[in-house]
């Protein structure tokens, strides 16, 4: 590509291309000439320059809330095995033997 056509890439990037980089940016590191129009798009654009923000911030938010899941202990927020027992047995005694209860007793 020549330095023409690169300028006028950089200078011309429309916002739908620039919101499209701004989602790559996440996942990979972008080419220069990538990098250097959506700069320059987002300088221009403040609509683009909330979108790109707006990205960044459900990325952390994510990254965030897996970071927290991951610490918790799994089995938090669980029935303990005995509780589980207690219910299948009265759900067997109720009579309701497709609710897995049947499993659970054996």
């Known amino acids: 590509m020549s ?3 690169s300028l006028l890439r950089v200078l011309t990037l429309r916002c739908e291309a620039a919101s499209e980089l701004s989602s790559r940016e996440l996942d ?4 220069r000439l990538d990098r250097a129009a959506l700069l320059c798009h987002v300088l221009a654009c403040r609509s683009c320059l ?3 923000a707006q990205v960044r911030l459900i990325r952390k ?5 897996a970071q927290l899941l991951a610490e918790t202990d799994s089995t938090k927020g669980r029935l ?12 067997r005694e109720n009579g309701r033997a497709d ?3 049947e499993t659970m007793l054996e």
């Not at 938010?61 to 809330?65: D, I, L, M, N, S």
């Open 3 to 5: 330095r023409l056509n």
């Open 28 to 31: 990979d590191s972008l080419p």
């Open 50 to 52: 909330r979108f790109r």
């Open 61 to 65: 938010a994510v990254r965030r809330r």
């Open 80 to 91: 303990s095995a005995e509780a589980r027992y207690r219910i299948a047995l009265e759900c």
């Open 99 to 101: 609710s897995g209860a």
